[in-house]
């Protein structure tokens, strides 16, 4: 098993520009979760999904969209990229809501 | 969620066993302390999480006390790949109830494995 890939690995961004971050699981998880680390912070959910067809906001949603496209994967899109949104982002995903998350490698994204 | 309290960083010479303490005063009944650590900005790694009982899996063992107000978490032979920052998360019961989605991470505490 994979567990949790996420891609790409780096990016670099205009202001201005869009991009989608890819996420998936292996591991027939209902529940995935996106978070956001700045340098030195702790992570912050972005949004998650308890389960396919659902997507709800978590702590830091805004400039962002979700899509839970299958029960593998869950995918992250900037529309407009800001310099705030420079990050690392990291994907999760656990069985049900609430339980236990395993985490992807994360992305790294500059936006210049 | 519970806060917790972590010492910002800790040293421990190689082979020896390290013990990560972590104060959750205000934790509740139905709150289960968990401990997740990430290394190199790697993602979170979950390790190991428990209620009142002490557990023990195949990367570590969890010491709860028996008021439940702190714990600590043991690496019995730390090795050079357990350098990193170990955070300790007290949570609600796994699945209680929905809206228990986020893991609140807090600064962590940095550990550094000696040679």
């Known amino acids: 098993n994979a567990g949790v890939t996420q891609t790409p690995k780096f990016q670099v961004l205009k202001t201005g520009q869009s991009m989608t971050l890819q996420c998936a699981q292996d591991?027939?998880?209902?529940?995935m979760y996106w978070y956001r680390q700045d340098p030195g912070m702790g992570l912050r959910l972005i949004y998650y999904s308890a389960s396919e067809g659902t997507t709800d906001k978590g702590e830091v949603p805004n400039g962002y969209n979700v899509s839970r496209l299958n029960k593998r994967e869950f995918s992250l899109r900037l529309e407009s990229a800001a310099p705030s949104q420079t990050s690392v982002y990291f994907c999760a995903s656990s069985g049900l809501a609430g339980y236990t998350q395993y985490f992807g490698p994360g992305t790294r994204l500059t936006v210049l | 969620d519970a806060k917790t309290t972590q010492p910002t960083s800790m040293d421990c010479a190689e082979g020896r066993a390290a013990n990560l303490p972590c104060n959750h005063s205000t934790i509740s009944g139905n709150e289960y302390v968990y401990w997740y650590r990430q290394i190199h900005s790697q993602g979170p790694q979950y390790i190991i999480h428990g209620l009142k009982n002490n557990e023990t899996n195949e990367m570590a063992s969890l010491i709860i006390t028996e008021d439940r107000k702190s714990s600590t978490l043991i690496l019995p032979h730390a090795t050079l790949r357990d350098t990193a920052v170990y955070y300790c998360i007290v949570r609600a019961l796994e699945g209680s109830n929905f809206g228990n989605e986020k893991l609140t991470f807090g600064t962590g505490t940095r550990l550094t494995i000696i040679p």
């Open positions: 591991m027939n998880h209902n529940s």
